[in-house]
């Protein structure tokens, strides 16, 4: 049993090796940059060890501006992307002919570049000198005013964004729900239709228990990809993101880092650490709630 317990940790050293420099390492630097006042990358100095940089990126306008943006990215596209997925696999499920087809189709926008796809919504939605957009086009059918969705108002900007980011991660969902859905056992269906169960009480007694853990999975693995978004702002509204109040934190930890405000490691690391504490919490919510609603 011994000589088997030093195989099973020589077998695991890689991996522990690989995750202790490019995780944990990492983690506890910047949670000492993130206390270290004044650390100048350069000099590689500082001149105080306190809570100032955690004080002033929490009083700091723009990174309570990326807070709110990102806070409502995560609580608008999270529930509604799994919802709209499950729909669509839903859909999928029940088609025999060309199911193949329609899956690829709908796959097709995970393996798209991020920035290409955010290029042809800008298009879509950006009024210029010689047109309002598509988008606007079609609220014209319904007698609406145009809407600058890329430079107007607030809520245009965070549509886009919100419709974007759904986009984005709706084909990675569908395929894990269609895979989920595929592997319920017929054996269920078939006994619920003997006693003659209506089909929604089928999919909420049946369907939903049984790929409740796929659906977890989508959605805490759904919150922490909206709480790291930054390249789908950045396709959207350029790399300016601080004056078109469309910054997340991950872009206000890149700009306190290299951007035009950037050179303060400090900032960016407090930033870092107020985030990894948001989704830390947020994940274990999920977790709390998962005992409850979650059938292994």
Not at 13 to 19: E, N, T
Not at 50 to 71: E, I, M, R
Request: neutral net charge.
């Amino acid at each position: 049993m011994e000589n088997n317990n030093k195989k099973a940790w020589l077998y695991l050293l890689p991996a522990i090796l690989f995750l202790g420099v490019f995780l944990v390492y990492p983690l506890i630097d910047v949670l000492i940059y993130s206390f270290e006042e004044g650390y100048n990358f350069a000099s590689q100095t500082f001149f105080d060890v306190g809570t100032y940089n955690f004080s002033y990126v929490l009083h700091d306008p723009y990174f309570l501006q990326a807070l709110k943006n990102t806070f409502i990215l995560v609580f608008i596209t999270v529930p509604l992307s799994t919802g709209i997925a499950l729909l669509i696999s839903l859909g999928l499920s029940s088609i025999n002919k060309v199911k193949e087809l329609y899956q690829t189709i709908y796959f097709l926008p995970y393996v798209t570049n991020t920035l290409a796809v955010g290029m042809v919504f800008m298009i879509l939605f950006k009024q210029t000198a010689y047109s309002d957009g598509f988008a606007n086009m079609i609220l014209g059918w319904f007698g609406a005013g145009p809407v600058d969705f890329i430079d107007g108002p607030y809520w245009a900007k965070m549509f886009v964004l919100c419709f974007y980011t759904i986009w984005v991660v709706m084909p990675f969902k569908v395929l894990i729900l269609t895979s989920a859905l595929a592997s319920v056992d017929e054996t269920y269906y078939n006994a619920a239709k003997i006693d003659g169960t209506s089909k929604t009480r089928m999919f909420t007694k049946i369907t939903l228990p049984m790929i409740s853990p796929t659906v977890f999975y989508l959605v805490i693995t759904g919150f922490i990809g909206a709480f790291k978004a930054y390249s789908d702002a950045v396709a959207l509204f350029g790399t300016d993101l601080n004056s078109k109040e469309m910054n997340t934190i991950v872009g206000y930890i890149y700009d306190m880092l290299y951007g035009d405000s950037g050179g303060y490691p400090s900032y960016a690391s407090a930033a870092a650490i107020i985030l990894f504490v948001i989704v830390l919490t947020i994940t274990c919510i999920n977790l709390l709630v998962s005992k409850k609603h979650v059938h292994y």
